[in-house]
T-cell receptor, first 110, second 112 residues
Framework: QKEVEQDPGPLSVPEGAIVSLNCTYS??????FMWYRQYSRKGPELLMY????GNKEDGRFTAQVDKSSKYISLFIRDSQPSDSATYLC??????????FGPGTRLSVLP | EAQVTQNPRYLITVTGKKLTVTCSQN?????MSWYRQDPGLGLRQIYY???????DKGDVPEGYKVSRKEKRNFPLILESPSPNQTSLYFC???????????FGEGSRLTVL
């Protein structure tokens, strides 16, 4: 079993749809949880950062962490074609060694 | 402009020919790290550095070396590259022990 699992997609949705992206993990020591967005031929950029459990909202993006289930989610509301990218979840126990999921490729169709 | 700069962006080399990929950041970050990205495997950490002269292995350090002699620079060294090191490499920096990693544009390396 991989330490972090993520549905690779690809996921295609129509513009305006609500998108749900998910990761599961096995290491209960993880307490830093991040979502990164990566456009083609670019480096990843941080979207959301959460410490420990709970929800965090930033504009159209909401990140949820459920440590009891070892499950994290990223919701994108009113999705736009510019949201088409690969989304990577990442986790860390002590903020030093980061473990990334394989990424989910999202396409938002106009 | 705050950025992480990697060079070269693209490189084709042959087995056994030593190479260095440079990484420089202008944000005065203490933490720097190297990753490789392969299809289906995602980003895997090679080495990281918490500060000058402090480095530690990540998940896939075999075949790589790093050094951190200055705060802004963190070069990745492949002493004797092999074809299984063909990959897309990313350098990243962070202001502290958080998940806010700032990534470079990537270096695509092919080892023949």
């Amino acid at each position: 079993q991989k330490e972090v699992e993520q549905d690779p997609g690809p996921l295609s949705v129509p513009e305006g749809a609500i998108v749900s992206l998910n990761c599961t993990y096995s290491n209960s020591a993880f307490q830093y949880f991040m979502w990164y967005r990566q456009y083609s031929r670019k480096g990843p950029e941080l979207l959301m950062y959460t410490y420990s459990s709970g929800n965090k909202e930033d504009g159209r993006f909401t990140a949820q962490v459920d440590k009891s289930s070892k499950y994290i989610s990223l919701f994108i509301r009113d999705s736009q074609p510019s949201d088409s990218a690969t989304y990577l979840c990442a986790m860390s126990a002590r903020g030093q060694n980061f473990v990334f999921g394989p990424g989910t490729r999202l396409s938002v169709l106009p | 402009e705050a950025q992480v700069t990697q060079n070269p962006r693209y490189l084709i080399t042959v087995t056994g020919k030593k190479l260095t990929v440079t990484c420089s950041q202008n944000m005065n970050h203490e933490y720097m790290s190297w990753y490789r990205q392969d299809p289906g495997l995602g980003l895997r950490q090679i080495y990281y550095s918490m500060n000058v002269e402090v480095t530690d292995k990540g998940d896939v350090p075999e075949g790589y070396k790093v050094s951190r002699k200055e705060k802004r620079n963190f070069p990745l060294i492949l002493e004797s590259p092999s074809p299984n090191q063909t990959s897309l490499y990313f350098c990243a920096s962070s202001p502290g022990r958080t998940g806010e990693l700032f990534f470079g544009e990537g270096s695509r390396l092919t080892v023949l």
